[in-house]
């Protein structure tokens, strides 16, 4: 059924982006997952996962952000409350200009977590209503969970 | 009389409020007595426990799980491991699982234990928080002796558990819950019905289901809102599915109907320790591999993983690239989603249901801001 669900989302993209438009597709234990570049990421596609009658993705579970040192990735965990399904979307983004699109326009609950990954590794999010630093103080310096972040031991006081 | 000149006032609520039960700003602007507006501030308690993750060994992030929600740390102890067991792809031994479920269960109820204490003393009921925390304590008492810690228990492990039962422990769980039965029953009788919580909570802070599932929420806010999503139900872990139980669920969307699903779910929870107690079978707590703590290492992947905590769901999202320590932990944290929440809810709201709002939402500092 996953498989199935997969072919889906792959031909909707493919429809609405041209061919290529996904890096890579397959299944992560048993669930859908796509790979994007963050180009295709766009409004048009964050509304077809939600409206869409078969996908009906209403539900945003979790959102994540990653340093892979040569690039950055966002990835955003979907439920369907009404169709019972999951979808992993990760965006790939550059480490030098890291931007994917909030998708804070089309579930609220990207609102908190795009704000947290913004706040811990300075991913930028074009379209977030209020797009600032949440658990760090706002006069912070760098973004911890970037791989090259270098823990200032002397300015917590840990040295 | 020429007219009044009226003008809204900033008002700080917090860091250091009774009802936060933690430190939480929420910046007010009101008009009166009428919220305009209200913007959480957070991250006093921020530790970096996602950036201390990449530090350590894989099993040595358990104890930092306990920290998060630490009213509830067997559901952060277990999700966290499972992620890991998923990345491994190893079988837990059948005890363990079932070991694993009795002291979720547990953990539930003391939690909810502690909101409907806590919560009453918030809205001006002194009595109820001291029955609350008496019972709470028997639990606590209970997975003391299983785990060595009242309440940052760091009992489950990669692979199974660290302890056995102690002899007579599971006898004395099924004392326990018998006792919680009639209690829970005697504090729903005792503050339910009573008029003044009534007119406190009917038709307050109401949440529409549209919305509990576009802000994410999850939990006992979206089960009382009619959004009838349970991780233990709709994507059963463990082994949930071995057991007879319901999710409450209430239409209304108000503070009252949160109130009446968490009351529920501690039957419900006390159905399933019953089973489980039952069922349990002799064996192994921990798998072999399990035990050798330096060895673990998963292969290179990514897994998602959640679990119904008490307060809704928990996730962790593990990355691993083949190395002893994890690349990456996410911790998908449901009180830090569910309090985005008040800057929709409490527009428009006068400010003497302010407490009574927040604090339905059961929110655990430690948890929000990890």
């Known amino acids: 059924m996953s498989q199935e669900l997969l072919d889906l989302i792959v031909e909707k993209f493919n429809t609405l982006h041209g061919e290529e438009s996904i890096v890579e597709s397959k299944l992560n234990f048993g669930k859908p997952m796509v790979i994007l570049g963050t180009e295709k990421w766009d409004l048009a596609t964050a509304k077809l996962l939600h409206d869409d009658e078969q996908l009906q993705f209403d539900f945003l579970t979790c959102v994540t952000g990653v340093d892979y040192e040569e690039h950055m990735e966002v990835i955003y965990n979907f439920y369907s409350t009404t169709l019972d399904q999951y979808l992993y979307v990760k965006v790939n983004t550059s480490r030098e200009e890291p931007t994917v699109m909030s998708a804070e326009p089309i579930w609220k609950s990207a609102d908190y977590m795009e704000r947290e990954t913004f706040d811990l590794l300075g991913i930028d999010f074009p379209g977030h209503w209020r797009l600032k630093r949440i658990l760090l103080e706002d006069d912070w310096e760098g973004y911890p969970l970037r791989k090259d972040y270098i823990t200032d031991k002397k300015a917590l006081g840990l040295d | 009389m020429s007219e009044l000149k009226t003008e809204t006032m900033t008002l700080n609520m917090g860091p250091q409020h009774p009802s936060t039960h933690g430190v939480f700003r929420l910046q007010l602007k009101v008009d009166g007595e009428t919220i305009k507006e209200a913007i959480p501030v957070m991250g006093y308690l921020h530790r970096g426990s996602e950036k201390l993750a990449e530090r350590f060994l894989y099993s040595q992030f358990i104890p930092y799980t306990d920290r998060l929600d630490y009213l509830n740390a067997m559901t952060n102890n277990y999700v966290y491991c499972s992620a890991i067991e998923e990345l491994l792809e190893w079988e837990v031994p059948e005890r363990a699982e079932y070991l694993r479920v009795i002291t979720m269960e547990l953990n539930r109820i003391a939690s909810h234990l502690v909101w409907w204490g806590?919560?009453?003393?918030?809205?001006?009921?002194?009595?109820?928080?001291?029955?609350?925390?008496?019972?709470?304590?028997?639990?606590?008492?209970?997975?003391?002796?299983?785990?060595?810690?009242?309440?940052?228990?760091?009992?489950?492990?990669?692979?199974?558990?660290?302890?056995?039962?102690?002899?007579?422990?599971?006898?004395?769980?099924?004392?326990?819950?018998?006792?919680?039965?009639?209690?829970?029953?005697?504090?729903?009788?005792?503050?339910?019905?009573?008029?003044?919580?009534?007119?406190?909570?009917?038709?307050?802070?109401?949440?529409?289901?549209?919305?509990?599932?576009?802000?994410?929420?999850?939990?006992?806010?979206?089960?009382?809102?009619?959004?009838?999503?349970?991780?233990?139900?709709?994507?059963?872990?463990?082994?949930?599915?071995?057991?007879?139980?319901?999710?409450?669920?209430?239409?209304?969307?108000?503070?009252?109907?949160?109130?009446?699903?968490?009351?529920?779910?501690?039957?419900?929870?006390?159905?399933?320790?019953?089973?489980?107690?039952?069922?349990?079978?002799?064996?192994?707590?921990?798998?072999?591999?399990?035990?050798?703590?330096?060895?673990?290492?998963?292969?290179?992947?990514?897994?998602?993983?959640?679990?119904?905590?008490?307060?809704?769901?928990?996730?962790?999202?593990?990355?691993?690239?083949?190395?002893?320590?994890?690349?990456?932990?996410?911790?998908?944290?449901?009180?830090?989603?569910?309090?985005?929440?008040?800057?929709?809810?409490?527009?428009?709201?006068?400010?003497?249901?302010?407490?009574?709002?927040?604090?339905?939402?059961?929110?655990?500092?430690?948890?929000?801001?990890?």
């Open chain 2, 118 to 370: 806590t919560y009453l003393l918030d809205i001006g009921a002194m009595s109820p928080f001291l029955y609350a925390f008496r019972d709470r304590e028997t639990i606590l008492d209970r997975l003391n002796e299983i785990s060595g810690a009242r309440m940052t228990f760091n009992y489950h492990r990669i692979g199974g558990v660290k302890w056995d039962a102690p002899e007579g422990w599971i006898e004395k769980v099924q004392e326990t819950v018998k006792e919680l039965h009639t209690n829970i029953q005697e504090f729903d009788v005792l503050v339910t019905g009573n008029e003044i919580f009534q007119a406190r909570t009917i038709g307050v802070g109401i949440l529409s289901k549209e919305k509990v599932i576009n802000w994410g929420l999850s939990g006992p806010i979206a089960r009382g809102s009619g959004v009838a999503i349970d991780v233990r139900k709709t994507e059963p872990y463990s082994i949930y599915d071995r057991f007879d139980f319901d999710i409450p669920t209430r239409e209304e969307g108000d503070v009252f109907a949160r109130y009446k699903v968490r009351i529920a779910e501690m039957f419900e929870s006390l159905k399933i320790i019953e089973q489980a107690c039952e069922q349990i079978p002799e064996g192994d707590i921990i798998t072999k591999k399990g035990k050798r703590l330096m060895m673990i290492k998963p292969p290179a992947g990514e897994v998602y993983r959640r679990a119904e905590a008490s307060k809704g769901e928990i996730g962790v999202y593990a990355i691993s690239n083949g190395k002893n320590k994890p690349y990456r932990i996410k911790l998908r944290r449901p009180s830090f989603v569910n309090v985005s929440i008040l800057q929709d809810l409490l527009v428009g709201e006068s400010i003497q249901n302010l407490v009574a709002i927040f604090g339905s939402l059961d929110v655990v500092l430690g948890e929000v801001d990890a």
